[in-house]
């Protein structure tokens, strides 16, 4: 089995959080949003099937630990929701049950160079995502766990221009 590609730092925690509607409603897209979580895993193992197709072994298997770590994220979000007074629906604002995602949102490009090309656009929206959520947050223990979360997709994004380059080259 393949190794999430993740810091080598521990999840914070979500003991001790309490229901809170306002930090739910700031966390709540990176869960299952066009730019969340459920969908950038759904994207890594599309992308990984494609390559490892065409031989392309050790992309492949980065992509594959790159869709594992964005599990372990999600597990953490879904927790995080949990902790915060709603159902972990896959939607874009739990509790509402509208708005559900839908794996239309994947890109499903065909050609490899294309494939890296938009998991890069996908991480640079993640950070920024994380990145905004962290200013507008309030409570320290949720800022943890979105900092940990957005140290992994700054990880994910430099792997992936590492791949995108031996490609080009």
């Not at 925690?13 to 759904?42: F, M, Q, R, W």
């Not at 050790?58 to 597990?75: G, P, T, V």
């Not at 890069?120 to 223990?141: C, D, H, S, V």
């Not at 943890?144 to 590492?162: P, Q, T, Y």
Request: charge should be negative.
């Amino acid at each position: 089995m393949s190794e999430p590609l993740t810091l080598h730092e521990d999840f914070p925690t979500t003991e001790g959080i309490c229901p809170d509607c306002y930090s739910l409603a700031v966390i709540s897209p990176a869960y299952a949003s066009s730019t969340g979580e459920l969908n950038a895993i759904l994207q890594y193992f599309y992308h990984y099937f494609n390559f490892d197709k065409q031989g392309y072994r050790e992309y492949a298997d980065a992509l594959k630990s790159i869709a594992i770590a964005e599990m372990f994220h999600l597990d953490l979000l879904g927790k995080t929701i949990t902790a915060l007074g709603a159902p972990p629906i896959f939607c874009q604002n739990p509790p509402t049950a509208f708005n559900f995602y839908s794996a239309k949102y994947v890109t499903y490009s065909r050609n490899l160079e294309n494939m890296i090309e938009d998991d890069i656009i996908g991480e640079k929206r993640a950070i920024a995502l994380y990145t905004k959520m962290l200013t507008r947050l309030k409570n320290e223990q949720i800022k943890k766990i979105i900092s940990r979360i957005l140290g992994d997709e700054k990880l994910h994004l430099d792997k992936l221009k590492e791949i995108l380059h031996g490609l080009k080259c």
